[in-house]
């Protein structure tokens, strides 16, 4: 009786530091990153206006909290530098499952894989940039990746004027 009450108790302990283990390496963006980040419940024509104020592209991150290649993309962009040092010239949104919807709508999207990544210019229009595997159009990996396609959203900006 007392070994099996030994053995019930180093299972749940075994368990429990599982999931300490988990919890611990679970990859989030950095304080750096995540400061530029918008409040994630603002309407998409909210963001928009204030990317017309601004003149400035708006980038849209949609991950999950238990998304593998969303850790991956993440500890990706926060030990890199090329994201980072554009950071500055966008507006970013991070969304997590559901809250994104609203930015899949505005991207006309039906993708279900994360992460996403979205951009659109500052008059709201939606800029197609493709990542690198055409079945999954919005995914990007990494920092390198993710910080090419920022500087293409840079170039499809509409100048100051020509926004809609």
């Known amino acids: 009786m007392i070994q099996a009450i ?27 990153i995540s400061a530029t980040f918008l409040d994630v419940k603002r309407s998409p024509e909210d963001v928009f206006g204030q990317a017309q104020r601004e003149h400035k592209p708006v980038m849209v991150w949609i991950t999950q909290e238990w998304c593998g290649a969303c850790k991956s993309m993440k500890q990706s962009v926060n030990g890199g530098s090329a994201v980072k040092n554009l950071m ?22 039906t993708a279900t894989y994360v992460p996403q990544t979205y951009w659109f210019g500052s008059d709201g229009s939606h800029l197609d940039i493709p990542g ?17 396609a ?3 959203a840079l170039e ?5 004027g020509e926004e809609l």
């Open 6 to 32: 030994r053995h019930k108790g180093f299972l749940s302990f075994a368990l429990w530091a599982c999931c300490l283990v988990i919890f611990a390496n679970a990859q989030d963006f950095d304080a750096e």
């Open 88 to 109: 500055d010239k966008f507006l970013v949104v991070h969304a997590t499952g559901d809250e994104g919807d609203p930015w899949k709508e505005a991207a006309k999207s």
């Open 132 to 148: 690198t595997m055409d079945q999954y159009r919005y995914f990007f990996s990494d920092d390198a990746s993710l910080a090419n």
């Open 150 to 152: 920022m500087q293409r």
């Open 156 to 160: 499809k900006q509409p100048r100051k």
